[in-house]
């Protein structure tokens, strides 16, 4: 005989009143954050010191003289560009907390204290996340100091020093320390030492930033796995900087009309820098301790030295064009380097032939003869260098390896650029400069 069974539903206990409260409670919305206004002749720290975490301090267009310190997560918004002024001393705002906006501000007049760092904006080690987008930073010493706080956002922002102080005294425009995964995107960065100075901060991304009237657009220092794409750096001293760093990624980038360098490659290890335009400096590269790294499709123009070569091996340079440059080559070494590969190097001033039309020549170029080592030491041998004496002692250097010295070599040079209409590059950085915003 089969034993019966029984199947009861179960039963449920009512909720307790706590239970009731709580389970009400997460039924309702989220809270919203509170606007909390500040007008003219208001204060804005105490606006901040009252507002709770996930608030939205709101400021409207007026002038506001205070040092703010923001020690919780809050946004500070302003109407109509409304200016913070710091009176010349300290920080004009220091943020302490995490997760902090700051957006659509004036911020200007730090103190001007190199010792203590004195910045328009300074984010303190801590304080993750911060986003500072849409503001004018200007007569600050530092711009913006970030400092051991992660994941920081800098977009579309205007950035000037202190323009009356000597490039010594000033500070950088965006300074990062010890810092990862920044994003430094959209920013206007003028008139200060170094615009963008990066020290020991690694995978971060620099985009869309124009860089100008500095000492180095950029500078970075011992830091890794970082981007630098579509970036201006013009007027400086110097480009873009690289120094004792590896695994970049240097792309679309232009270097143009910098007194010194346009793009310094030093120590550098396992990098990429590829389709950058190099036009009208000092120097176009400057390459010294550089290995395994990738150079291509970059064009290489009317620069006083096209490449700087000292002390590198081991690289991929190829798919370039170097035109026009008053020296292609400087080159220092005690034995050739070859450069070149599938795609080939194109040399304005190559001398070859393609006779069977395949695009690449069929004689070597060679960057460094005897007349290129003789115009470098007697400047004034470049007026000769049209002359049948001085073709004729190129052609004997050529047949005489006893007057050759070690070169830049390439078996096979591409006979026509690699880009086409690199042209289009001196018209289009000139508009560039007579277009750029006033700072």
Known sequence: ???????????????????????????????????????????????????????????????????????????????????????????????????????????????????????????????????????????????????????????????????????????????????????????????????????????????????????????????????WEDNDTWANRSGLALMEVRDQVVRNNRAWDNLDHGIMLRTLQDAVVENNVVMRNGRGFFVYDVEYTKLTGNVVADNKIGVHLSGSARNEVDGNDFIGNQEQIKYIGTRDTEWGGKLGNYWSNYRGWDRDSDGRGDVSYEANDVVDRLSWRYPMVRLLLASPAVQVLRMVGQQFPVLRVPSVVEKNPRMEPATPDWEKWRYMLTRKITHAPKS
């Open 1 to 227: 005989m089969a034993r019966s069974s029984t199947h009861r539903a179960p039963r449920y206990r009512p909720l307790t009143l706590p239970g009731a409260i709580l389970a009400g409670l997460l039924a309702l919305p989220a809270a919203q954050a509170a606007i909390i206004p500040v007008k003219p002749g208001e204060s804005i720290q105490a606006a901040i010191d009252k507002a709770q975490p996930g608030d939205v301090v709101e400021v409207q267009r007026g002038r506001y003289e205070e040092n703010l310190r923001i020690e919780k997560t809050i946004t500070l918004r302003g109407v109509n560009r409304p200016r913070v002024s710091g009176g010349d001393k300290d920080d004009t705002i220091r943020v302490t907390a995490p997760d902090v906006v700051i957006e659509g501000m004036i911020v200007s007049d730090s103190g001007g204290s190199l010792l203590k760092q004195n910045a328009g904006i300074y984010i303190q080690p801590g304080a993750h996340r911060a986003k500072v987008q849409n503001c004018w930073l200007n007569y600050n010493l530092f711009g913006l100091w970030i400092e051991k706080a992660d994941d920081v956002l800098v977009l579309n922002n205007n950035i000037t020093g202190k323009r009356d102080y000597d490039s010594a005294q000033r500070g950088n425009g965006v300074q990062l320390y010890n810092t990862k995964g920044a994003k430094i995107i959209g920013n206007q960065v003028s008139f200060v030492r170094d615009a963008l100075y990066i020290d020991v901060s690694h995978h971060a991304e620099f985009k869309q930033n124009n860089m100008h009237h500095s000492r180095y657009g950029t500078h970075y220092m011992n830091s890794y796995y970082n981007v």
